[in-house]
T-cell receptor, first 112, second 112 residues
Framework: SQTIHQWPATLVQPVGSPLSLECTVEGTSNPNLYWYRQAAGRGLQLLFYSVGIGQISSEVPQNLSASRPQDRQFILSSKKLLLSDSGFYLC???????????FGEGSRLTVL | DAKTTQPPSMDCAEGRAANLPCNHSTISGNEYVYWYRQIHSQGPQYIIHGLKNNETNEMASLIITEDRKSSTLILPHATLRDTAVYYCIVREEGSGTYKYIFGTGTRLKVLA
């Protein structure tokens, strides 16, 4: 069966420090991959999505970037974190023919 | 911006049916409607999706109006564990794949 892993689960970082969140999917090939952010008490905001290795689409210009170095690996990065980057980051994958979106357990980032 | 609008909150008595409405008046002919729910501090969970016909699975039923401008998610016998935020999403075409834009959702509270 397919599974999705995110890490770290919790992260506390100072303003100006770098960030790397990693997501991997198992049990499927060529998935569509997504990064979402959820600020406290808010809905989910789509940040990036990818249809294949090296292919990244950005939804909202901001202080973050994404990369897909391998078929089932999706990485969210920042060179210098801002206070406004705090939130709950969720990775998800989908297979086009069914359209269902499957989410990881999330990474909670606090920037101080 | 999301293509869907939902009431911000609803209450439902335990054991009764919960009917959650969603408006998607700008939906196009081949766009699916998806429903997800998010229990606090977890990733969203897929519930059901549909195009034009009503759908039912073990979790819920989805009723889509004939003009497809609105839909209703029905939880037939709500339990306390159904307390969550419910999101209605219209899948949109993106760069090479579909993207899922979440709105603010409906916070359902099931009352004992």
């Amino acid at each position: 069966s397919q599974t999705i892993h995110q890490w770290p689960a919790t992260l506390v970082q100072p303003v100006g420090s770098p960030l790397s969140l990693e997501c991997t999917v198992e049990g499927t090939s060529n998935p569509n991959l997504y990064w979402y952010r959820q600020a406290a008490g808010r809905g989910l905001q789509l940040l990036f999505y990818s249809v294949g290795i090296g292919q990244i689409s950005s939804e909202v210009p901001q202080n973050l970037s994404a990369s897909r170095p391998q078929d089932r690996q999706f990485i969210l990065s920042s060179k210098k974190l801002l206070l406004s980057d705090s939130g709950f980051y969720l990775c998800a994958w989908s297979v086009s023919h069914t359209g269902e979106l499957f989410f990881g357990e999330g990474s909670r980032l606090t920037v101080l | 911006d999301a293509k869907t609008t939902q009431p911000p909150s609803m209450d439902c008595a335990e054991g009764r049916a919960a009917n959650l409405p969603c408006n998607h008046s700008t939906i196009s002919g081949n766009e699916y409607v998806y429903w997800y729910r998010q229990i606090h501090s977890q990733g969203p969970q897929y519930i059901i999706h549909g195009l034009k016909n009503n759908e039912t699975n073990e979790m819920a039923s989805l009723i889509i109006t004939e003009d497809r401008k609105s839909s209703t998610l029905i939880l037939p016998h709500a339990t306390l564990r159904d307390t969550a935020v419910y999101y209605c999403i219209v899948r949109e075409e993106g760069s090479g794949t579909y993207k899922y834009i979440f709105g603010t959702g409906t916070r359902l509270k099931v009352l004992a």
